[in-house]
Structures are given as C-alpha cells and as structure tokens.
C-alpha cells in the first residue's frame, strides 16, 4: 500500500502545529529567563541610589556594574538565541504545510475552477511571517504582565494599585482597539484579495484589454475595488489610531503617576528613592507586552485570517486517499454511463455515455459548441470526476489509480494551452529528470524539433509565464511535445490543431499516425477534417449522449442522412460520406 504525500486535510495543518510546538516551548522558557534578566535593570538602580550613593563605595559601583554588564550581555544571547528559534520555527512550518496547501490549491481549482487558490501561498507567508515577528514575542511575554505587577505591590502597596489600574486601563484599549478594528479589517482583507485576484486575471488577458480599448473599464472596475479596500483601511486605521493615541498619553500618564506616586511615598519615608527608580522601571516593562501586542495588531489579525482561509481550504477540498500501486496501463479506455457535471454545478454536460477504445486505436470525438467534448477529455484524463458511472482504465476506474504514477502514462493536450515559467526542454519534459534524447524524440514526434531550433536559444529557450515569448502554434507544437513525452500509452487531445498552420497540422497527424503505430491509444477532438483521415471510429456527442460511434464512413453517411439522430451535429467542414 502506497502511503500518499501530498494532502490529508486538516490533518496536515495539526501535524505542522504539532511539530512546530517543542519549539514554542523553547521559545517559553527562554522568555522565563529573559524576563527574569528583565530584573537587572531595576535591581541595579535600587543598589546604585540605595547603597552606591549612600556609602559613597567605588568597589562597589564596580562590582554591581560588571555584574549587570555580564547579566545584560547573558540577556543579549538569549534574545538572539530565541529570535532564531522564531525564524527556524517560520521555516519548519512553511515547509511541513506550504507544499501541501499548494497542493491543495491544485486539487481545488481542478474540482472548483470557477474559485481563486492564489492567495493560499500568501497566506502560508502571513502566518510564517508573524511567528518570525514580534508579535509572538509579545504574546510569550504577556504572561509575565501579573508577575511584575505582584512586584510592584511587595515594593508597596501604593505602587502596585497604579500598575494594576495601568495594567487594566492599557488592556481595555487593547480590547476595543479589537472590537472596533476587527469587522474592518477582516473585510479590508478580503477586499483586497479581490482586487489583487482581478490584477492578476487582468494581466493574463493584457492583450485582449489593450487590442479592445478596455483598459480604461478593467481599470476603474480595479480602482473601485482598490478604494473599497482603502476606504475600509482607512476606517480601521483611523480607529487603530484613536486608540494608540490614547495608549500612548495612559503610557506617559502612568509613567509619571508612578513617580509621582514614589515621590510622595519617598518623602513620607515609606520607600527609598532607589525603589521609586525601580517601580518605574518595572512597571514599563509590566506594561511593554501589552503595548507590543497592541502595535502588533494589525500583523495578528492578518495572521488570524490567513489561518482561517487555509483551514478553511484543507477542510473543504477532498484529500488524497492511500491507492494500490497497479500495473502499468496498456491503454484500454473503458466509460460505462459516464455522467459528469462541470464543478459546482448539478446539471450534466455528459449524460450516460458508454463506450470502449482499444489499445492502438485513433478515436475522433466530434460535436456541436457544448456537446460535452471538452468535458469527456477531462473525465478520460481524471481532470473532472464522475458523477454516476465510471472511466475505467484496463478495467480499473481511473480514481483507483494513483495520479503520481498513472501520469507518466498519460499524455494531455488541452484546449487551452498553458506552458510554465522554465525553458522549453523543462516543459517538454514536464520538469521531471531531464533526459535530453527523450525531449528531443518528443519535439521530433511532435514535428517540433526544426522549430525550437531556429529559435534563439534552442531547447534552453525560456517561454515565459504562460509561455507568452512563443506564438500560439509554436505553444501548441510545444505542448504536443510534451504530451507524447516518455511514450504514454494513453493520449488524449483536446483541438490539438487549433493554432497550427498547414505545418503544424501535417506534423501533428503524423504525430498521431506515430502513436497509432505504436500501440498507444489517442483520443482527438477536433472539428478539423484535416485529422479525421487518420482516424479509426468516430464518436458523435449531441447534448452530451452518444449519437453514433463507429467507422468514419459510417457515421459520416449517417451525418448526411435525413432525419438521422446526428443530424443535429452539422460541421460545415464535414466530409461526404464517400470520403
């Protein structure tokens, strides 16, 4: 049984936490001792007023003065120390959840394309982010807030009523800095990954924006978009704001109500000066967490979000289950009333289709706009699942078998012809082991090979995101390529001729004409009859059921008989049936 890698849901996110938590503890009980270190400060001011001044003692200036150096200098090492324990801790969560909710992603957009998964890596960076920040700093030193505060009443009562009324005060900002915050920026956050989601759909369609003068409306629709999330911003900011205003005038106040406090308490003879100093200094840092959790806010709540939508996606995206690994597919192609409704929709494209190719076999799929032909190449390929009946594989259903390894067996040409950022030889290759003579077998057998070599750099040409360096038929020649890379024994291509020239399309049958002779089988959508010639059945979809599968001059004689079931799939370019 083949253990699977890539995605178990939530499960993933809890082992990530889980793993990541001995390191948290590190970081609690380095804190401990940096807030005991914290003491020195106050403490050598309490012994310089108190015993320094008093006795007038060089030796002992200069005991307590190197000893404080050495205590700070302890202190400077364990901040150090704990800071990289933070950043390790960043780097071992995103590499124990950021692969897999990349995965996720993928899985999602295949099952709900109509959905956005880009901003899931962003979100993997806001979390790794804030544990690497100060703000988990802050929240690993706010349970020391209580203690200090206990310190500041055993130096005397008085002292520790204002850094407890402080305490409370400060915290009370912190909760309505939340309260009125929170509402908008969680909304200022989703806004903005809507406009940043509309940026980036816009950029990829540039040149049917700037050919169709459409700049000016995608522009202002991003610019309403863009001032909603501002205007929200602006809200919470300006709320944010009041509230670090007031923060920092309590800040002051307190600062000088605890000397004042000590003041008057050191004339009535109650504390030294040295303990006024102290309090002071103890009661800052009783009240530096909280003050750091508040500037961290906006970073926390952000983090917050992020975690939200990841969980949200591992929880909502089907995770991978543990497969058999099967022999290697001889390329039997097997669909028994295959029904298959495009993601997030309950009607139907496919309606009960059954039908069976051999290996070695060149089928024809052809049909009217929305006859279903597309959604049969991505049900054949385990792009889009079932809804009732089954694509079955050598007799195995295609969901039995495990992506990773029936992949190599399968090549895929889909309509929309997308190549990645890398080079030619990358692509081709499907950014696995580059073997060079198996890249260049499949330009040759794609009749792509001349091509790439007249191009600048040859093989080691970089294509660009979404390959836009190359023209739509060098794209399609490239994606043929890699298509028929590593022999698959099953091929399946959705209008492979699309974007060819006279060329290309000679190329791309004998490329077919190839595979045929070798045993693989090919599955060809196209409403080209360029192809049709090479061709062993042909199988009419209309409304999504199957009009007719057999020879092409059978159902091309029952294309022009009158009254015929697949009389409603009438393509201009059509042969007669003598053809």
Same mark, same amino acid.
């Given at each position: ?124 960076? !806001? ?118 205003? !007031? ?20 004339? +009535? ?223 399946? +291509? ?86």
């Amino acid at each position: 049984m083949k253990k699977q890698v890539t995605n178990d849901g939530l499960a993933v996110l809890k082992s990530a936490i889980a793993r990541c938590r001995g390191n948290v503890v590190a970081v609690l009980i380095f804190s401990f001792f940096l807030n005991l270190l914290v003491f020195v400060g106050p403490l050598y001011m309490l012994q310089v007023y108190d015993r320094v001044l008093a006795s007038r003692s060089e030796v002992t200036l200069l005991v307590i003065t190197g000893l404080a150096i050495g205590l700070l200098a302890v202190y400077a090492m364990l901040e150090i120390v704990r800071s990289r324990i933070l950043v390790r801790t960043g780097v071992l969560f995103d590499s124990l959840l950021a692969g897999n909710v990349v995965n996720t992603a993928f899985r999602g957009y295949v099952r709900m394309p109509g959905q956005s998964y880009s901003q899931a890596p962003r979100d993997v960076d !806001s979390l790794r982010e804030f544990i690497t920040g100060a703000g988990v700093i802050a929240f690993c030193d706010a349970p020391w807030v209580p203690i200090f505060i206990a310190v500041c009443f055993l130096m005397h009562f008085w002292i520790g009523i204002v850094a407890l009324v402080g305490a409370l005060i400060i915290f009370t900002l912190a909760v309505m800095n939340e309260l009125l915050t929170r509402k908008a920026l969680g909304e200022a956050s989703s806004a903005s990954v809507a406009a940043n989601q509309y940026v980036s759909s816009s950029l990829r369609n540039a040149e049917a924006v700037h050919a169709m003068g459409m700049a000016r409306a995608v522009l202002g629709r991003w610019h309403d978009l863009h001032l909603d999330t501002l205007s929200l911003q602006a809200v919470a900011s300006d709320r944010a704001g009041a509230v670090m205003g !007031s923060f920092k005038a309590v800040r002051m106040s307190l600062q000088v109500a605890i000397l004042g406090v000590g003041a008057y308490l050191v004339i +009535l003879g109650d504390i030294s000066a040295g303990t006024m100093i102290a309090a002071s200094i103890i009661m800052g840092r009783a009240l530096a967490p909280v003050e750091a959790a508040v500037g961290q806010w906006k970073q926390f709540v952000t983090a917050r979000a992020a975690y939200g939508r990841i969980k949200t996606l591992l929880s909502a995206i089907p995770t991978d289950k543990e497969r058999m690994s099967l022999p290697a597919p001889q390329g039997e192609l097997t669909m028994e009333r295959l029904v298959v409704a495009p993601p997030g929709s309950n009607v139907p494209t496919l309606k009960g289709v059954s039908a069976r190719f051999a290996p070695g076999e060149v089928i024809a799929v052809v049909g009217a706009s929305g006859a279903g032909k597309s959604t049969l190449a991505r049900a054949l390929v385990g792009v889009w699942t079932a809804a009732a009946g089954d694509v079955r594989i050598d007799g195995a259903e295609i969901e039995h078998w495990d992506p990773e390894e029936l992949g190599p067996h399968i090549g895929y040409l889909p309509q929309e012809v997308e190549l990645f950022g890398g080079t030619i030889a990358e692509n081709i290759s499907r950014f696995g082991e580059l073997d060079p003579h198996k890249v260049i077998e499949a330009a040759q057998i794609a009749g792509a090979h001349e091509m790439i070599l007249r191009l600048p750099d040859g093989y080691e040409t970089m294509v660009g995101d979404g390959g836009r360096s190359l023209s739509g038929g060098q794209r399609q020649r490239v994606a043929l390529a890699r298509a028929v890379y590593g022999d698959p024994k099953i091929i399946v +291509l959705d209008e492979p001729n699309s974007s060819l020239d006279q060329e290309g399309e000679k190329a791309l049958a004998a490329a077919i004409t190839n595979a045929k002779q070798a045993g693989r089988t090919v599955v060809v959508i196209s409403h080209r009859t360029s192809l049709l010639s090479v061709v062993d059945k042909v199988l009419v979809l209309v409304d999504g059921a199957v009009a007719k599968f057999d020879r092409p001059e059978v159902v091309f004689a029952a294309m022009q008989a009158p009254n015929s079931n697949v009389s409603a799939f009438r393509s201009p370019q059509a042969p007669a049936a003598s053809a």
